[in-house]
């Protein structure tokens, strides 16, 4: 069973208010932290070194990525902020936390391991085209004294939290016990934990509140061939749920919106917002940024993801990694 949701002139006013009390709700961020670099020029002619394009340099410039930049998110919708993730000794970390300080996005919960490198991605575009793309990172997952301080950091910061993030980019931070711990104490602190999942974790995703992959990463994660068809992304969701225990996944499909699947509920199908497509880097981000900050606030699933489809929306027509703003969404909202 399903619907596609068109809300009402009255639903819409609800929502319309839900935004406004995102301010200073409590939002603790678990996950891999990166530093995003951009190098923007333009390109004239080709290398006589290699068939390659030779970027004049215009620009540069430094921001957070990965759970960094949901961190971002959160902080430009006016969230309180803590991340929990780790960092190596090196001017990356150091950039990525002087980031965080110029957004009043608390640290106390960073870990710095001298033997890993703080991830960098460098993206070299060139008239609104990516070029290429080139990272610095660590991968293994953290343990010994990491990982002992990144649990601690957990225990001590989730009592403050109204709303949990577990932002998973295969980097090392979210083993199995982190996470394990990071969702029973939320449960039992009875607050939404929320995860943007890894393909090769997704089932380690269990008993939480909402799933946000995108249906890539959908299929990926629940070891299953592509199928089209409304039917088979219908037994998709709900095998999603029922596998996971979870409260709910929602799985954003692009051009074709997003999917909430919730426990005894109907299926709600939210069609895509964007008038004219720049960059969907980060879209996740704000997706599942947008939907914890307004299930902190009381909204229902649905509303909350009614919320972050229109959010969604507005940063894919804007270029790079970006954020969105409560005035934003507010003025998308019809």
């Keep these: 069973m399903n619907s596609e949701m068109f809300p009402s002139i009255e639903e819409r006013r609800k929502l319309k208010q839900i935004p406004r009390r995102f301010k200073d709700r409590r939002i603790l961020v678990i996950g891999d932290l990166m530093l995003d670099h951009y190098i923007r020029g333009s390109v004239n002619r080709l290398s006589p070194e290699a068939p390659v394009p030779i970027v004049q340099v215009k620009e540069e410039s430094f921001v957070p990525g990965g759970a960094g930049n949901v961190a971002a998110n959160l902080a430009a919708l006016l969230g309180k902020v803590e991340v929990i993730g780790v960092i190596g000794e090196d001017s990356s970390g150091f950039e990525l936390q002087s980031h965080f ?33 080139y990272d610095r990172e660590s ?6 004294k990491t990982e002992s301080q990144i649990l601690s950091q957990i225990q001590s910061e ?26 029973s104490l939320s449960r039992r602190n ?14 380690r995703y269990k008993n939480v509140t909402c799933v946000t992959p995108n249906l890539h990463e959908a299929w990926n994660g629940m070891r299953r061939i592509p199928k089209p068809g409304e039917e088979e992304l219908e037994k998709l969701g709900r095998d999603m749920v029922r596998t996971l225990n979870s409260d709910s996944a929602l799985i954003t499909r692009g051009p074709e919106g997003m999917s909430l699947f919730q426990k005894s509920h109907l299926t709600v199908h939210v069609p895509a917002q964007a008038r004219e497509v720049f960059d969907v880097s980060g879209a996740g981000d704000t997706v599942i940024s ?4 307004a299930l902190a606030s009381g909204a229902s699933l649905t509303q909350a993801a009614l919320i972050s489809n229109y959010a969604a929306g507005i940063v894919v027509g804007k270029l790079g990694t970006a954020t969105t703003t409560i005035e934003e969404i507010e003025s998308a909202i019809p």
């Design 101 to 133: 300080a110029s957004l009043k996005i608390g640290t106390t919960g960073i870990v710095k391991d001298p033997a890993r490198v703080t991830s960098q991605k460098c993206r070299v575009v060139a008239e609104r085209q990516q070029v290429v793309r």
């Design 139 to 144: 991968i293994s997952p953290v343990a010994g």
């Design 158 to 183: 989730i009592k403050k939290a109204e709303a949990v993030i577990l932002s998973d980019y295969g980097k090392g931070v979210l083993t199995p016990k982190i996470l394990k711990t990071a969702i």
């Design 190 to 203: 009875q607050i939404p934990v929320i995860v943007d999942p890894k393909i090769e974790h997704f089932k």
């Design 290 to 293: 947008t939907l914890t900050l």
